[in-house]
């Protein structure tokens, strides 16, 4: 199967997953969360309060922008050229870059403004990934999903262990790197790594144009194949795992006592646990089938994510963080496999725009909900209690039925 890997096309969209994965995993995920929260921040209570509402304002207004490419979209373009997608991806270039101009005594809202920027380009570029599935693969796309997800994987790993040895190196000097602190080398970091692995794609597709269908007639598509029951699920699952990526550093600093470093070697040993499970779960998936894969992920997820909120001890935070690693990349890989294996090619961006779409909602519910839950109770533990909750409402849909 990793035969696949000789054609360019599948290569270079492999690739960009590789490139772009560093800043979900150092800016959104392990690291630069907890950075702002206690050293940019007032105070890590208001850290966390604002991390949230930050996620939560990028995705109301990603969701503006792809509301209006579903909605209005056809009515001014039938295409979308790679060339709208490749402005976004300089702009996520950047915009975490910057990052850099923010440390302790700056403005704790001007790095906020600039990780809203990141993300809304972030996520546009993730529909234009998606969106090329169909372009590249006409078959196996279920393991070229979860591939591509496995060196997401890897690169987040490999980003996360140059900062490891970035701060292994530096502890004698208060973590400065030739005067500079190294937490704000990360922002240039996730920049370069982009740049360097993101190009190959926009190489191979940079005159490619994505059709935007019909709304009644991509509606018609989705009642046909029966999707909305999968999309109700995705809906709620997906809170749990983006409110996961945007709060786990948080809660292993405040909950735990996690250090830097600790996060770091955190981050590696879910990167691995995530690079296994999409390998495995997405060999296996043609024999399970997509949809009910995502189902018992999502089963499995609930779980864990339940079992966060009463656990005290570190190394069960470890034990947990890995298996939750395991799941997580499978049910998001799969979930785009879903889509590219039940909508026609000429809907596909129609179908990830929606998509996308409901991962912004979510974006704004999850970290939304957990903030509120955190301000209200002034626990953070008590915002843990959130994630179990998607993940259980999302199996609804599937307890009278068989998937």
Same mark, same amino acid.
């Given at each position: 199967?990793?035969?696949?890997?000789?054609?360019?096309?599948?290569?270079?969209?492999?690739?960009?997953?590789?490139?772009?994965?560093?800043?979900?995993?150092?800016?959104?995920?392990?690291?630069?969360?907890?950075?702002?929260?206690?050293?940019?921040? $007032?105070?890590?209570?208001?850290?966390?309060?604002?991390?949230?509402?930050?996620?939560?304002?990028?995705?109301?207004?990603?969701?503006?922008?792809?509301?209006?490419?579903?909605?209005?979209?056809?009515?001014?373009?039938?295409?979308?050229?790679?060339?709208?997608?490749?402005?976004?991806?300089?702009?996520?270039?950047?915009?975490?870059?910057?990052?850099?101009?923010?440390?302790?005594?700056?403005?704790?809202?001007?790095?906020?403004?600039?990780?809203?920027?990141?993300?809304?380009?972030?996520?546009?570029?993730?529909?234009?990934?998606?969106?090329?599935?169909?372009?590249?693969?006409?078959?196996?796309?279920?393991?070229?999903?979860?591939?591509?997800?496995?060196?997401?994987?890897?690169?987040?790993?490999?980003?996360?262990?140059?900062?490891?040895?970035?701060?292994?190196?530096?502890?004698?000097?208060?973590?400065?790197?030739?005067?500079?602190?190294?937490?704000?080398?990360?922002?240039?970091?996730?920049?370069?790594?982009?740049?360097?692995?993101?190009?190959?794609?926009?190489?191979?597709?940079?005159? $490619?144009?994505?059709?935007?269908?019909?709304?009644?007639?991509?509606?018609?598509?989705?009642?046909?194949?029966?999707?909305?029951?999968?999309?109700?699920?995705?809906?709620?699952?997906?809170?749990?795992?983006?409110?996961?990526?945007?709060?786990?550093?948080?809660?292993?600093?405040?909950?735990?006592?996690?250090?830097?470093?600790?996060?770091?070697?955190?981050?590696?040993?879910?990167?691995?646990?995530?690079?296994?499970?999409?390998?495995?779960?997405?060999?296996?998936?043609?024999?399970?089938?997509?949809?009910?894969?995502?189902?018992?992920?999502?089963?499995?997820?609930?779980?864990?994510?339940?079992?966060?909120?009463?656990?005290?001890?570190?190394?069960?935070?470890?034990?947990?963080?890995?298996?939750?690693?395991?799941?997580?990349?499978?049910?998001?890989?799969?979930?785009?496999?879903?889509?590219?294996?039940?909508?026609?090619?000429?809907?596909?961006?129609?179908?990830?725009?929606?998509?996308?779409?409901?991962?912004?909602?979510?974006?704004?519910?999850?970290?939304?909900?957990?903030?509120?839950?955190?301000?209200?109770?002034?626990?953070?533990?008590?915002?843990?209690?959130?994630?179990?909750?998607?993940?259980?409402?999302?199996?609804?849909?599937?307890?009278? $039925?068989?998937?």
């Amino acid at each position: 199967m990793f035969s696949l890997l000789n054609n360019k096309k599948i290569r270079g969209w492999c690739l960009f997953d590789f490139g772009i994965s560093s800043y979900p995993t150092l800016i959104l995920t392990f690291f630069y969360g907890a950075f702002y929260a206690n050293t940019i921040a $007032t105070n890590s209570l208001a850290g966390t309060s604002n991390w949230g509402f930050a996620i939560s304002i990028s995705s109301i207004f990603t969701f503006l922008i792809l509301s209006f490419l579903l909605i209005q979209g056809r009515q001014y373009y039938r295409n979308i050229s790679s060339r709208f997608f490749l402005f976004f991806y300089y702009l996520l270039i950047l915009s975490t870059c910057l990052l850099s101009l923010f440390g302790e005594g700056s403005n704790e809202f001007y790095p906020l403004i600039i990780i809203v920027f990141s993300f809304i380009s972030f996520e546009i570029i993730t529909l234009f990934y998606n969106v090329s599935l169909y372009k590249v693969s006409k078959k196996d796309q279920g393991f070229v999903s979860s591939l591509g997800w496995a060196f997401g994987y890897l690169g987040g790993l490999l980003s996360l262990l140059i900062i490891y040895l970035l701060i292994k190196s530096t502890q004698e000097t208060n973590f400065l790197f030739k005067g500079i602190s190294v937490f704000l080398l990360i922002g240039p970091l996730v920049g370069l790594w982009t740049f360097i692995f993101g190009s190959f794609l926009f190489k191979e597709l940079k005159t $490619t144009n994505f059709e935007i269908p019909d709304l009644l007639k991509f509606y018609e598509n989705i009642k046909r194949q029966n999707l909305t029951r999968f999309l109700f699920s995705y809906f709620f699952f997906n809170n749990g795992v983006i409110s996961i990526f945007a709060f786990a550093s948080l809660f292993a600093s405040f909950l735990f006592k996690f250090t830097e470093s600790e996060i770091l070697f955190l981050g590696v040993f879910i990167n691995l646990s995530g690079i296994l499970g999409c390998l495995l779960i997405g060999y296996y998936e043609n024999r399970i089938g997509s949809e009910k894969s995502v189902i018992i992920c999502s089963l499995i997820l609930f779980l864990l994510s339940l079992g966060l909120y009463f656990i005290e001890s570190s190394f069960l935070f470890w034990v947990i963080a890995i298996l939750i690693g395991f799941f997580i990349g499978p049910i998001q890989a799969l979930s785009r496999a879903v889509i590219v294996k039940k909508i026609k090619a000429k809907n596909q961006l129609a179908a990830f725009s929606f998509y996308s779409v409901l991962g912004n909602i979510c974006a704004i519910l999850g970290p939304l909900t957990i903030s509120l839950v955190v301000d209200i109770n002034e626990s953070i533990r008590m915002g843990v209690l959130v994630i179990p909750v998607f993940f259980i409402v999302s199996l609804i849909p599937y307890i009278k $039925t068989s998937v």
